[in-house]
């Protein structure tokens, strides 16, 4: 497949603008980079995707997501709103997640990976709960994944809280399904835990001692976290999970609000990283991670959504303006830190997962996942100032076109292999249900 008559933004090292240039893609990869007049002449038989001038760019990245979350939108909690974010966990997420049937992880699932394609978001890492629906549930993720043509690693999440059966049905989940992924091109697996303040010592080192790789987990979201781990302990989350091995360069530390100085320090020691979710924080109100300097001191901080839309570049919208609010100080949380965590850091994290080519760059040899974007600047668009541009010009209902591994996923803004209107209906027929179960 060519794609001509684009303008590429390459986000390579350095990044290009490159005007009326053309992708040759074959099978997953792209192979080619160069003039449209070019590589027209050298593949007159290709098939051809003409941009029509729109940008192209690499397929968005997140770093840390929850399809299971998708059917509490428009969910009311009964009785007074939550006073804090242990209260929300208790009131929302630990009872609508064991409202949820198989069915129900499917579609959710289903229903966030249309949203995906939609805003041009091609690689996810998610971390799932479903304590009354555990067995195959990765599976049947994975399956949906599958169908919408996307790239995503798979967790389930450990946790005590549900009893010692679902924890150790949660332990096979994740053994189970990382070998079972094994050699899948658009799939990988991680091993889920939930926090610090839902694991006993006991669970933590049965993990360790199963699993020998990384783990992805919720660290310090909110001060609770802190005190559990304290009061079970005598340490802070961070040194309690590194003391059960828990961290490392394949372990994903999620949140990290309220990590102190020491903590921070054995993130960045044994290579743990970190994800920010700025508009899960925001809406939790637990505070206000300090990423730049998390950044600054070579803590590899990456962005993430937790459940919030997949269109990225709202997460990268809501972290430009979250930290200027926070510290009040409009110096706060530049395009260029922004970048760093969306492009660089996402990128690379991706690529722990799917090694195989580079993710996250319009280059030779890297996988084929590219974005159209309609976007019409009224000021000069440069390399430098491109990400004010995102921040301030573009909207996900731009993307007109999704492309994962080589794939056509959505073309002039319709989708092409998943049916938006079947699998809205289902999901609102099985939402209800399952909130008359989350009311019980």
């Given at each position: 497949?060519l794609i001509t008559n684009a303008t590429l933004i390459t986000w390579g090292e350095p990044n290009q603008i490159l005007p009326d240039h053309a992708l040759y893609i074959e099978g997953d990869r792209i192979r080619e980079v160069g003039?449209?007049?070019?590589?027209?002449?050298?593949?007159?038989?290709?098939?051809?995707?003409?941009?029509?001038?729109?940008?192209?760019?690499?397929?968005?990245?997140?770093?840390?997501?929850?399809?299971?979350?998708?059917?509490?939108?428009?969910?009311?909690?009964?009785?007074?709103?939550?006073?804090?974010?242990?209260?929300?966990?208790?009131?929302?997420?630990?009872?609508?997640?064991?409202?949820?049937?198989?069915?129900?992880?499917?579609?959710?699932?289903?229903?966030?990976?249309?949203?995906?394609?939609?805003?041009?978001?091609?690689?996810?890492?998610?971390?799932?709960?479903?304590?009354?629906?555990?067995?195959?549930?990765?599976?049947?993720?994975?399956?949906?994944?599958?169908?919408?043509?996307?790239?995503?690693?798979?967790?389930?999440?450990?946790?005590?809280?549900?009893?010692?059966?679902?924890?150790?049905?949660?332990?096979?989940?994740?053994?189970?399904?990382?070998?079972?992924?094994?050699?899948?091109?658009?799939?990988?697996?991680?091993?889920?835990?939930?926090?610090?303040?839902?694991?006993?010592?006991?669970?933590?080192?049965?993990?360790?001692?199963?699993?020998?790789?990384?783990?992805?987990?919720?660290?310090?979201?909110?001060?609770?976290?802190?005190?559990?781990?304290?009061?079970?302990?005598?340490?802070?989350?961070?040194?309690?999970?590194?003391?059960?091995?828990?961290?490392?360069?394949?372990?994903?530390?999620?949140?990290?609000?309220?990590?102190?100085?020491?903590?921070?320090?054995?993130?960045?020691?044994?290579?743990?990283?970190?994800?920010?979710?700025?508009?899960?924080?925001?809406?939790?109100?637990?505070?206000?991670?300090?990423?730049?300097?998390?950044?600054?001191?070579?803590?590899?901080?990456?962005?993430?959504?937790d459940g919030f839309s997949n269109a990225m570049w709202e997460e990268w919208k809501a972290a430009y303006l979250y930290h200027k609010a926070a510290h009040r100080d409009p110096r706060r949380g530049g395009g260029y830190t922004i970048?760093?965590?969306?492009?660089?850091?996402?990128?690379?994290?991706?690529?722990?997962?799917?090694?195989?080519?580079?993710?996250?760059?319009?280059?030779?040899?890297?996988?084929?996942?590219?974005?159209?974007?309609?976007?019409?600047?009224?000021?000069?668009?440069?390399?430098?100032?491109?990400?004010?541009?995102?921040?301030?010009?573009?909207?996900?209902?731009?993307?007109?076109?999704?492309?994962?591994?080589?794939?056509?996923?959505?073309?002039?803004?319709?989708?092409?292999?998943?049916?938006?209107?079947?699998?809205?209906?289902?999901?609102?027929?099985?939402?209800?249900?399952?909130?008359?179960?989350?009311?019980?």
């Amino acid at each position: 497949m060519l794609i001509t008559n684009a303008t590429l933004i390459t986000w390579g090292e350095p990044n290009q603008i490159l005007p009326d240039h053309a992708l040759y893609i074959e099978g997953d990869r792209i192979r080619e980079v160069g003039p449209s007049t070019s590589l027209r002449a050298a593949h007159p038989d290709a098939e051809v995707l003409d941009a029509g001038g729109q940008y192209a760019l690499p397929g968005n990245i997140c770093a840390h997501t929850h399809f299971y979350g998708a059917f509490a939108r428009g969910m009311a909690i009964p009785g007074d709103a939550p006073k804090d974010f242990p209260e929300i966990l208790e009131r929302l997420w630990w009872k609508l997640d064991k409202a949820l049937t198989i069915d129900d992880v499917k579609y959710s699932a289903l229903v966030c990976l249309i949203d995906a394609v939609k805003h041009g978001t091609t690689t996810l890492i998610d971390h799932h709960a479903s304590p009354n629906a555990i067995d195959g549930s990765l599976d049947v993720i994975a399956d949906a994944v599958d169908q919408a043509g996307l790239r995503a690693c798979l967790c389930y999440e450990v946790t005590d809280r549900d009893g010692p059966e679902r924890t150790r049905a949660g332990i096979n989940e994740n053994l189970r399904f990382i070998k079972a992924v094994q050699g899948r091109p658009n799939l990988a697996a991680t091993f889920g835990l939930h926090a610090s303040l839902s694991l006993s010592a006991e669970t933590l080192d049965a993990c360790r001692a199963e699993h020998a790789g990384g783990f992805h987990i919720h660290v310090a979201e909110h001060e609770a976290d802190e005190y559990d781990s304290v009061k079970r302990s005598g340490l802070r989350a961070v040194d309690r999970l590194y003391r059960h091995g828990i961290l490392g360069p394949q372990s994903i530390a999620a949140h990290c609000v309220h990590i102190d100085a020491r903590e921070a320090g054995l993130l960045r020691e044994t290579g743990t990283w970190v994800t920010h979710q700025p508009r899960s924080n925001m809406n939790n109100a637990v505070g206000a991670a300090e990423i730049e300097g998390l950044l600054r001191s070579g803590i590899k901080v990456c962005l993430g959504n937790d459940g919030f839309s997949n269109a990225m570049w709202e997460e990268w919208k809501a972290a430009y303006l979250y930290h200027k609010a926070a510290h009040r100080d409009p110096r706060r949380g530049g395009g260029y830190t922004i970048t760093e965590m969306a492009i660089d850091n996402n990128a690379a994290l991706a690529g722990q997962f799917f090694p195989a080519a580079p993710i996250g760059v319009l280059a030779p040899g890297a996988f084929a996942d590219v974005i159209l974007v309609d976007y019409h600047p009224i000021t000069p668009l440069t390399a430098g100032n491109l990400p004010w541009h995102i921040l301030f010009g573009f909207e996900p209902s731009a993307v007109t076109a999704t492309i994962a591994a080589g794939k056509v996923l959505m073309k002039d803004r319709r989708l092409l292999f998943l049916d938006e209107a079947e699998i809205t209906a289902h999901s609102r027929e099985l939402a209800v249900k399952a909130w008359e179960r989350y009311t019980r």
